[in-house]
């Protein structure tokens, strides 16, 4: 009888209730295919791999990592919170010590989802990741934890979670903005003062290969994730740089996707996109199942797998290369420039305008960091929409001194008076979210 190396939990959820629309890419048929597969070549029958059902997230496991106007309800169905609980299930398995790897097969997604969210954007209305890794965080104490983001679109959600925590690395490999959605993702985006360096972004030329991405693992990936010493790596396991994606223009295969995995070791693989539902979803994620549990994967092959067809160019290489150096230059810099500027104390401001394209909503905020040399900073955000809604957002970290505590309140204070629609505070010291309406 065949076994697994390493004992592997999956959670499958379809979320048969929600649908942008029928036709829609993000749709059901994502991971009934791969349900098929999965059971058809009988993974389910191997010893050590097991099914899971997801747990249910609650409004509290939302409000430790986002701020949702005008509230929670407006923003989830139970669809939502079943997927978010379905990486919550793995993670807490993985972290009980039942499981040593699991895979989240779930939908809707989450990596484009923000810190504030008045809508969907790019499919996603919340961050299940996030969620996932802050009930961990408070449950667990687990701290250091890195999030490798491999979906084709750059995980600008995550991304701006997670832009002023130095506990949190963010490493996402996609899709050259210049030529896909959300257009971000470039290699001078690296978090803010206090966790300068803690964002990496490797945007790649459209038609990179498994070499180019293998590449990227060993040179760039590795070594960041050897430096920094995590206590868990959580992949977002987007499966959009298939050679076959109708709406990427990558040429990663099945093989490229095991051994990209079977080399990352995640605790953690949640699902993000991935639209090739017939020709790639099936046959990907037996190859990240059968590598996360340490089983041979090499017969696992698409029906039309050609490497020679999917083989990126010389130029394609060399122009990879580049950005390699371009991302392990700054990494070796920006622990030296964190601490300057930490040392410099005083406030840090950026505007942000996002798009809801999911939801039709344009977003202006104006983001205030008190940088502090004992903390990551308490941080402000004031968000106005062209739908008429204006928020005050402050968020006190986990691991906030006295006095950055004392101006997170003293902002939330501020708001008083009718200018805001709401104004809300996150203290992740206390686990504790507050809200005041007009």
């Known amino acids: 009888m065949l076994s697994a190396t390493w004992k592997t939990g999956l959670v499958f959820f379809p979320a048969f209730d929600w649908a942008i629309s029928p036709t829609h890419p993000e749709r059901e048929e994502r991971l009934l295919y791969t349900q098929d597969q999965v059971l058809e070549e009988g993974l389910l029958d191997i010893e050590g791999i097991v099914e899971l059902k997801p747990d249910l997230a609650t409004l509290e496991d939302i409000r430790r990592v986002h701020f949702c106007h005008p509230d929670e309800r407006s923003v989830v169905t139970e669809s939502h919170l079943i997927s978010a609980g379905g990486a919550l299930k793995i993670g807490t398995e993985v972290l009980e010590g039942n499981i040593h790897r699991g895979f989240a097969l779930v939908r809707p997604p989450g990596h484009h989802a923000m810190r504030v969210v008045h809508g969907a954007r790019g499919f996603c209305n919340i961050n299940i990741e996030a969620i996932m890794i802050e009930r961990l965080r408070e449950s667990y104490g687990i701290d250091r934890v890195a999030i490798v ?15 002023h925590d130095p506990d949190t690395l963010f490493i996402s490999i996609h899709q050259d903005g210049r030529t896909l959605y959300p257009g971000s993702g470039f290699t001078d985006e690296m978090g803010g003062p206090a966790a300068l360096g803690m964002t990496v972004n490797i945007p790649l030329p459209p038609r990179t290969s ?67 539902i017939e020709g790639a979803l099936p046959y990907v994620n037996v190859g990240i199942i059968l590598a996360l549990a340490g089983m041979d994967f090499r017969m696992v092959r698409e029906p039309d797998y050609s490497p020679e067809r999917i083989r990126q160019s010389r130029d394609t290489s060399q122009y990879i290369q580049k950005v390699v150096e371009v991302v392990m230059e700054s990494w070796s810099s920006a622990s030296r420039v964190r601490a300057l500027n930490r040392d410099k104390g005083g406030f840090a401001e950026r505007d942000l305008r996002i798009f809801y394209d999911t939801s039709g909503i344009l977003e202006a905020q104006s983001e205030t960091l008190r940088v502090c040399a004992s903390c990551s900073g308490a941080l ?17 970290p986990r691991k906030a001194c006295s006095l950055c505590r004392e101006q997170g309140y003293a902002w939330f204070d501020s708001g008083k008076g009718g200018k805001y629609n709401s104004i809300y505070l996150q203290d992740r010291t206390e686990d504790r979210y507050f809200v005041k309406r007009k």
């Open 380 to 396: 402000r955000i004031d968000s106005r929409t062209d739908q008429g809604s204006r928020i005050l957002a402050v968020h006190i």
């Open 149 to 163: 983001d491999t979906d084709c679109h750059h995980g600008d959600g995550t991304q701006n979670i997670y832009w």
């Open 210 to 276: 498994e070499e180019g991405f293998l590449y990227v693992l060993e040179k760039a990936i590795v070594p960041i994730l050897d430096d920094f010493h995590p206590q868990l790596i959580v992949n977002s396991a987007g499966q959009d740089n298939h050679y076959s994606d109708p709406i990427t223009n990558m040429s990663f295969s099945a093989q490229g996707y095991a051994e990209f995995t079977r080399r990352l070791q995640p605790h953690i693989a949640v699902l993000e996109g991935g639209y090739s």
